[in-house]
């Protein structure tokens, strides 16, 4: 059984940084078609994707958090990791760990089959 953890989220006031972690068991990302990302919710508005890695490829992330912030994975760990600089009062959000068998996958909800609980951020001006 696959479990995604999020830990991390913290208010913060513009300009901050964090770093959120997520910790899985049940779900080996060094398998060939293994895709994790993370997302983000605001309240009244619908989950968006925020970066994504997939082994042995690239990783993507949204236009919003380009430059900003950085997504990876340290495989001894079996962690995904998000660090997030230069944060903005709209980052403010509840940050969504995602898994997923698959070669590739983008940066949309369906792309994934196992979702953690969530960890909060909050960005303050």
């Known amino acids: 059984q696959v479990q995604l953890v999020e830990s991390g989220g913290d208010s913060v006031q513009a300009g901050g940084s964090l770093r959120l972690s997520c910790a899985a068991s049940?779900?080996?990302?060094?398998?060939?078609?293994?895709?994790m990302a993370w997302f983000r919710q605001a309240p009244g508005k619908e989950r968006e994707g925020v970066a994504r890695i997939c082994t042995a490829r690239t990783p993507i992330y949204a236009d919003s958090v380009s430059g900003r912030f950085t997504i990876s994975r340290d495989n001894a760990e079996n962690t995904l990791y998000l660090q997030m600089s230069g944060l903005k009062p709209e980052d403010t959000a509840m940050y969504y760990c995602a898994a997923g068998y698959r070669k590739w996958a983008g940066l949309g909800t369906g792309e994934y089959t196992y979702w953690g609980q969530g960890t909060q951020v909050t960005v303050s001006s």
């Open positions: 049940g779900y080996t990302y060094t398998y060939s078609s293994s895709c």
